[in-house]
C-alpha cells in the first residue's frame, strides 16, 4: 500500500479503498477469453487476474491467484469444463460462472454444472460470438459480483447441517382450487430441485418462474420429471393447470394465471421484460394474486436483484401464505431479502424446510 493510501485508510471517517473481485477466465477459444477480460475489465470492480485456455492451466493460475471468481467454459479439450468444476467444489469450492452455448447439448450440461454447484451461468452464440458476447456485458459483469458474493458449499455437503425435512401428513391435501406459485433466479436450480422432488402427487398445481434464457427450460423440466413424483412440464399457452403438476415459465414467455369458469390455465405473454426480466418473477405473482388471491401460497427464493419483492407483497396483500428462503441457505440473498423488506413474507424458512413448509400453508387453505 502507498504511503497515500496508508493516510486514506487511517484517517478518521474515510474508508479504505474497496478491494476489487478477482476473476480467472477460463476458455479454449482464444476469442471468447480476449472478449470476456475485456468486458470485465471494462468495470472499475473487476480484475482479471488470470486466462487459461484449459483446466490444466486454469488449475495452476488459481492456485497462485487465488480468485474470487472463476469464468469456465463448459466446453474445453483435455478436461471438460463439468469435470475441472466437479473437481474444484471437491477440493477448492470457489464461485463460478459458468459460460454456455446456445445449444441443447450446452443447455444440458449447464443445468449438471448448477447441479454440481455453479453459481450461475452467461450464454454465448455459436455464431457471431464477438457481437452476441458483447451485449451480454451487464449481464456478466452483475453475475460475476453477485457470484463474489455466493455462499458456496463443498460438493456432497448440504448448505446448513439440517437435514431436508421430508412433508409429513395425517391426511390428503384437499382443495384443488388452491395455487402454489414460486420465484427464483441465482441459485434456483438446486433449490427448484430440493423443493419439488419432495412434493407428493396430490400437491396442489405450481407455478415456476425461475430466471433462465429459452432453450433451457424445457431441458429443466425434463430433468426435474424425472427425479419427482409429481408431473413437471415447461408451461404452454392455455394449458390446463391441474393438481399434480407442476408448470414452468419459458425462458422468453412472463407465464401468468388465468382462470376461465372454475378451471385455471397457463397464459404466456410476450410482453416487455419487467424489471430486467423475461419471465418475470413479478407478473406471474401478480397474476396469481389476482386470479387466486387467498387460495394460494407464494414462495420467494434465492436469487440477486428484487424481482418478486412487489408481487409476493400483492399476493400476501390479496390473502395468500407467503414463505421467503432464508439467508442462510441461499446462495444470494437478494430477492428474499428485498421481498422481507417490502413486508411481503410471512415467514423465512430454510430450503431444506421449504416443501414441509409449503404443504403445511396449502393445509391451511383447504
Not at 412433508?167 to 420465484?183: E, F, K, N, Q, Y
Amino acid at each position: 500500500m502507498s504511503p497515500r493510501s496508508q493516510t486514506i485508510a487511517s484517517h478518521p471517517g474515510i474508508s479504505a479503498p474497496r478491494r476489487r473481485i478477482k476473476v480467472v477466465v477460463v476458455d479454449d477459444s482464444a476469442l471468447a477469453r480476449q472478449l470476456i477480460s475485456r468486458l470485465l475489465k471494462s468495470d472499475p470492480e473487476i480484475e482479471v487476474v488470470g486466462i487459461a485456455s484449459d483446466p490444466y492451466s486454469a488449475r495452476s493460475i488459481i492456485k497462485a491467484t487465488n480468485p474470487d471468481v472463476v469464468t469456465l467454459d463448459v466446453e474445453m479439450p483435455n478436461m471438460d469444463g463439468i469435470s475441472f468444476l466437479e473437481k474444484i467444489m471437491r477440493l477448492r469450492p470457489m464461485p463460478v460462472v459458468m459460460v454456455s452455448s446456445l445449444t441443447q447439448r450446452g443447455a444440458e450440461i449447464t443445468l449438471q454444472a448448477l447441479e454440481l454447484g455453479a453459481v450461475d451461468f452467461v450464454t454465448k452464440p455459436a455464431l457471431d460470438v464477438e457481437r452476441g458476447l458483447d451485449t451480454k456485458r451487464e449481464e456478466l459483469v452483475a453475475k460475476v459480483k453477485a457470484a463474489a458474493q455466493a455462499r458456496i458449499k463443498p460438493l456432497g455437503q448440504p448448505q446448513s447441517a439440517a437435514p431436508v425435512a421430508m412433508p409429513v401428513r395425517s391426511a390428503p391435501l384437499r382443495g384443488t382450487d388452491s395455487i402454489i406459485a414460486i420465484g427464483s433466479s441465482t441459485g434456483g436450480v438446486d433449490a427448484l430441485r430440493q423443493i419439488v422432488c419432495c412434493l407428493p402427487p396430490d400437491t396442489p398445481a405450481v407455478l415456476i418462474t425461475q430466471h433462465m434464457p429459452a432453450g433451457f427450460t424445457a431441458r429443466f423440466a425434463e430433468r426435474l420429471d424425472g427425479l419427482a413424483q409429481v408431473r413437471v412440464r415447461q408451461a404452454e399457452e392455455g394449458q390446463r393447470v391441474l393438481p399434480g403438476h407442476v408448470y414452468i415459465a419459458p425462458g422468453d414467455k412472463h407465464l401468468r394465471l388465468a382462470r376461465s369458469g372454475a378451471q385455471y390455465h397457463c397464459r404466456l405473454g410476450d410482453d416487455p421484460p419487467v424489471g430486467g426480466h423475461k419471465p418475470s418473477v413479478d407478473v406471474l405473482f401478480q397474476s396469481v394474486a389476482t386470479v387466486a388471491g387467498g387460495k394460494s401460497v407464494g414462495v420467494i427464493l434465492t436469487g440477486m436483484g428484487r424481482d418478486g419483492a412487489f408481487g409476493l407483497k400483492a399476493m400476501r396483500e390479496a390473502g395468500a401464505r407467503t414463505l421467503g428462503q432464508d439467508e442462510q441457505s441461499c446462495v444470494v440473498y437478494g430477492m428474499p431479502k428485498a421481498a422481507f423488506n417490502e413486508g411481503a413474507v410471512e415467514q423465512e424458512v430454510s430450503i431444506q424446510q421449504m416443501a414441509a413448509a409449503i404443504l403445511d400453508r396449502c393445509q391451511s387453505l383447504a
